[in-house]
Each structure stands twice: as structure tokens, then as C-alpha cells.
């Protein structure tokens, strides 16, 4: 199975700054990759499918890039919402897989 | 409005068996995938399996299969996850998920989740 793994584990940040996460998978999976936001008690929310495609209503301040094995979620300017655990997600292959998470605080 | 509401949470003992349910609304129910999602307390997310409702395929991660069941009743536009004998290890939060089908020609990730359902199992 496709072993995706995300870096930092935890990002200190502060409001207004700017944040970058990473995500490698083990093999490509062309651009086949999402990324999701979950807040404590919610369910995930989409963010970002097919590597680079904000999912409806997500703030333009969110951008993907990347392919084949190497993703970077940014968000442009932490807004307080913003703060977060982001997971990435490549449905390329079957088992599809999450990676283990990179959790976003305020520093 | 794209709904999935699941059932309710669960307190059980270990050898139980269990059904848990995600029912959907405001969408074909057979046209898209539904998966479900795991995240034991304080952990992570980690994809359990999937199923077409419109065909019954169903794809297992390895670490699920033989584990659960998945199945999907389109009558009632309704997808289920169910054990046979439950373990302690399988107390977690489960979430059910629509797989997004987008721009008429992609499968993505989930785009529609359900509210979740606690499954505690302990003796």
C-alpha cells in the first residue's frame, strides 16, 4: 500500500503568517491527492482535491501543489479558523490512504 | 442539500456484534462511492474501506479486511459497517464519507462526511 507521510507533526504559527505543509507518498500517485482540515469534534472537512483544486467554499488563501510524490498544502495567512489538524489523502491506488497528520497551532 | 446522518454511539462488550449506519439524502445514492473512515482517540484517520452502491463493489484496506463488512442497501439509500465479534481495540470514533466525483470525470477525495459515531467497547 501507498505510505503517505506528512511533515511537520506540528507547526507553531503565528495569526496573519504563513503555513506550509508537506506530504510524501512512497510511490506517485500522479495528482491524485486531497487534503482535509478537522478541528477538534468535527468531522474532516475537504480542502483541496486533485493536488491543487480548492473544494467549494474554501477560502482562496488555501493552495496545493505537487504530483507524483512530493505535496505542500499552504495557507497563505493563518486566520484563527485556520488552526487545525490537516491530513492529505492520495486516492490514486487502492488502498486509498491518509497520512498520519500535521497539526497546525497558534503560537 | 447532500446529507449523511449516522446512527447513534455504541457502548458494547468485547464478542458483540455490531451494525453501525450512515443514511444519505440529496443525492443518487448508487452513483457514488461511500467509504469509512477510523480515528481511534487522539489519532489519526485511517481509511477502513469503500463501497458502489450501484454494483456493491467493495475494496477493503488490508488492515480491515476480514474485520469488518461493509455493505450499502440502496432502497434505503443507506451504508452500513459491521462486526461480527468486537474487540477493545475497536472502540474509536467511525466516520462515513462520500467519495467526490468532480467536473463529471474525477473521482476525489471525500467530500461529504457524516457526523461521526463513537463505538466504545469494553467489558
Known amino acids: 500500500e501507498v505510505v503517505m507521510t506528512q511533515s511537520p507533526a506540528t507547526l507553531s504559527v503565528s495569526p496573519g503568517e504563513r503555513a506550509t505543509l508537506s506530504c510524501r507518498a512512497s510511490q506517485s500517485v500522479n495528482s491524485n491527492l486531497a487534503w482535509y482540515q478537522q478541528k477538534p469534534g468535527q468531522a474532516p472537512r475537504l480542502v483541496i482535491y486533485?493536488?491543487?483544486t480548492r473544494a467549494t467554499g474554501v477560502p482562496a488563501r488555501f493552495s496545493g501543489s505537487g504530483s507524483g510524490t512530493e505535496f505542500t498544502l499552504t495557507i497563505s495567512s493563518l486566520s484563527s479558523e485556520d488552526f487545525a489538524i490537516y491530513y492529505c489523502q492520495q486516492y490514486n491506488i487502492w488502498p486509498l490512504t491518509f497520512g498520519g497528520g500535521s497539526k497546525v497551532e497558534i503560537k | 442539500e447532500v446529507q449523511l446522518v449516522q446512527s447513534g454511539a455504541e457502548v458494547k462488550k468485547p464478542g458483540e456484534s455490531l451494525k453501525i449506519s450512515c443514511k444519505t439524502s440529496?443525492?443518487?445514492?448508487?452513483?457514488?462511492?461511500i467509504g469509512w473512515v477510523r480515528q481511534m482517540p487522539g489519532k489519526g484517520l485511517e481509511w477502513m474501506g469503500i463501497?458502489?452502491?450501484?454494483?456493491?463493489?467493495?475494496r477493503y484496506s488490508p488492515s480491515f479486511q476480514g474485520q469488518v463488512t461493509i455493505s450499502a442497501d440502496k432502497s434505503s439509500s443507506t451504508a452500513y459497517l459491521q462486526w461480527s465479534s468486537l474487540k477493545a481495540s475497536d472502540t474509536a470514533m467511525y466516520y462515513c464519507?462520500?467519495?467526490?466525483?468532480?467536473?463529471?470525470?474525477?473521482?476525489?477525495?471525500?467530500?461529504?462526511w457524516g457526523q461521526g459515531a463513537l463505538v466504545t467497547v469494553s467489558s
Open positions: 440529496g443525492y443518487s445514492f448508487s452513483s457514488y462511492w
Open positions: 464519507a462520500r467519495r467526490g466525483y468532480f467536473d463529471s470525470s474525477h473521482y476525489g477525495g471525500f467530500d461529504y
Open positions: 486533485r493536488a491543487s
Open positions: 463501497i458502489y452502491p450501484g454494483d456493491s463493489d467493495t
